[in-house]
């Protein structure tokens, strides 16, 4: 097709494709996954470190921090510059990091650009060496932050919360542990919001049966494959792999196997779409010339341009900018009245994606590949995906893509995997089928349920969505801090980290005012959560339109959005207004919302 989409008819046709591609992934199966238990815990277990052996801790303290992701170092930094020392950090991981820990497959680096990205920059007195920093230094860049903010002092790994649950009459949490610890805590910030690292396995069947290698992306076996994060992996030259799923971490590490492995298949269910990256080494001179204050005003251009608030200058001007440049500033050029600009907009988005298309001709030799790689349907329905590499990778006489034509995988057997009839045997499967995320149960991703007032558990509460005020707070359940992911009732910001960035602001806020104050706990007052539930609903349906239009994806329920809850939503602002909103009621000082109860 021509990326001239400007004719009545060829616009229909694509929107006719489009929904055709659509309905042949509606299957009933769909979005069905393995809980990670039995043979199949292996699945989810640390291959990085081992756990130590320790003695069962029983202690008292002012706050746990659930989590040491870098929500958790965050949160460890507010509450210092606080005035709190007294905290305790629990993380079933073996060292800090939360995502970058754990996703050490290779290749993989943020694309988010490291400017806007990592938190503390300034603070730190860190510059990135790349625009988009590899896994390795993310990591080695959390350890920094841990060593500065006092983590390692009062952090216990490989620990997870198997209890929690409030006292009434203590007023202060009671958390129990899978290594046996008893710890009394007044306040709990659970900073496993976006909790990219608990993995998820597609329900396919015969998983079990498979007799050769296999892991999740997240749990890379460099035993098996060789190398390291940035090192070619050498143990794969004589062996033939298939990696399942071709989203954000595919094609991150797609390149690097088809370099390596004597046979690599790739097996799609729906093509990503495929953007320019772009990385490139750090300008030092124009780094080191950056004026104090510069990452906090970098972190607002970003979201600015990317969700079409106003700015003055695109400081970004990356594949990110693009959905403004591409999407958005369309609908603000003068002349286009209000009655027209829903067909704007889709013109606009339907040729953007025709340009996306077009590179993958330009790029993919063989055009029968060339045409099972393109993306058809609206840009925004699945995470945008950025890489440099991956394309062409399909030019390798050694890489099969195995497309399913959006059906998935028929099963799995003792020596590979059947695609519609066909068996492909190879020696290794890995799995890059994604992770528990926002529209997961918030204790799913915990990993344990929480009770609060009155014997009320966090999952009954939450049954059919969550109820908040701001987002992370929660009523019947005080001195308790749930940081978000975009659908507990907060905004939607493409870059995840300034959600923890003003979460964590914000908490610490909280905690040290109610412990200036004199008051024992705080607690949501029912009306005000009310209210802000109430917001949220009054514009949950917003986008149904466009999400029952879209692929089936994680945005819209796998196609089936009648099983979506309406509370599970975003709250209807835009990224800075959303934050400042929350700015705004810290200044007015009077907690508004909030309960404060019991002298201290």
């Known amino acids: 097709m021509s990326d001239d989409i400007n004719t009545p008819e060829l616009a229909a046709e694509l929107e006719a494709k489009y929904r055709a591609e659509r309905e042949k992934r509606l299957t009933a199966d769909r979005g069905s996954y393995l809980a990670m238990t039995g043979a199949l815990q292996r699945y989810a277990d640390d291959p990085y470190t081992k756990p130590t052996e320790r003695t069962h801790r029983k202690e008292s303290k002012t706050v746990v921090i659930i989590g040491t992701g870098f929500g958790g170092l965050l949160m460890a930094q507010r509450l210092r510059a606080q005035g709190i020392e007294d905290f305790l950090m629990l993380d079933e991981a073996g060292d800090v990091g939360g995502v970058w820990y754990w996703n050490r497959y290779p290749g993989a680096s943020c694309d988010i650009d490291s400017y806007t990205y990592l938190p503390l920059l300034e603070e730190m007195g860190y510059m990135p060496t790349e625009r988009y920093a590899r896994q390795s230094e993310i990591y080695a860049y959390a350890q920094q932050i841990a060593r500065r903010y006092g983590v390692y002092e009062r952090a216990l790994f490989h620990t997870s919360v198997t209890d929690m649950r409030w006292d009434d009459e203590g007023h202060a949490w009671q958390i129990e542990t899978d290594r046996g610890d008893e710890i009394r805590a007044s306040f709990v910030v659970s900073a496993v919001g976006g909790a990219l690292s608990r993995p998820k396995l597609p329900a396919i069947q015969g998983i079990e049966e498979f007799n050769g290698a296999s892991f999740h992306t997240s749990r890379w076996d460099y035993r098996y494959t060789g190398g390291g994060p ?268 300034r959600t923890l960035v003003e979460s964590s602001l914000h908490a610490a806020y909280v905690i040290a005012e109610t412990c200036r104050r004199g008051a024992r706990y705080f607690d949501v007052d029912e009306n005000a959560e009310h209210e802000w539930v109430g917001t949220v609903m009054q514009h949950a349906h917003d986008e149904d339109e466009f999400l029952a239009s879209c692929t089936p994806g994680r945005g819209n329920g796998e196609g089936a959005l009648q099983n979506r809850f309406p509370r599970a939503s975003s709250y209807p602002l835009r990224t800075n207004a959303f934050f400042d909103l929350w700015d705004d009621w810290r200044q007015q000082g009077g907690l508004a919302g909030l309960r404060l109860e019991g002298a201290r």
């Not at 729906?270 to 001179?285: G, H, I, L, M, Q």
């Not at 400081?315 to 286009?336: F, K, M, N, T």
């Open 230 to 497: 940035d090192l070619e992996l050498d143990g794969l030259a004589d062996r033939s792999v298939a990696i399942i799923g071709t989203g954000a971490t595919a094609l991150q590490a797609v390149p690097w196997l088809g370099r390596a492995a004597q046979k690599l298949y790739v097996v799609q269910r729906t093509p990503s779409t495929v953007a320019p990256r772009n990385n490139e080494a750090t300008d030092v001179s124009w780094f080191k010339g950056l004026e104090p204050g510069w990452q906090r005003e970098r972190l607002r251009n970003h979201a600015a341009v990317t969700v079409g608030e106003d700015f003055e200058e695109d400081l970004i001007r990356d594949g990110w900018s693009d959905i403004y440049w591409d999407l958005i500033e369309p609908l603000r050029q003068a002349g286009v009245p209000k009655d027209e600009a829903k067909q704007v907009a889709k013109m606009a988005d339907l040729a953007k994606m025709e340009r996306l298309r077009a590179r993958v001709d330009d790029v993919v030799r063989d055009p029968a590949v060339a045409a099972k790689l393109k993306p058809y349907y609206q840009y925004l329905c699945k995470r945008p995906g950025f890489h440099d590499a991956y394309l062409d990778t399909f030019n390798r006489a050694n890489v099969e893509l195995v497309d399913t034509n959006g059906r998935g995988v028929d099963r799995i057997t003792s020596d590979g995997l059947v695609v519609d009839g066909t068996l492909y045997k190879v020696d290794c499967i890995i799995y890059s089928t994604g992770f528990l995320a926002a529209d997961d149960v918030y204790t799913e991703r915990l990993g344990a349920d929480i009770t609060g007032t009155g014997g009320v558990r966090l999952s009954q509460k939450w049954a059919e969505g969550p109820a908040t005020l701001h987002g992370i707070f929660t009523s019947g359940f005080p001195n308790l801090v749930l940081f978000p992911d975009t659908r507990q009732q907060v905004t939607q910001s493409f870059n995840f980290m």
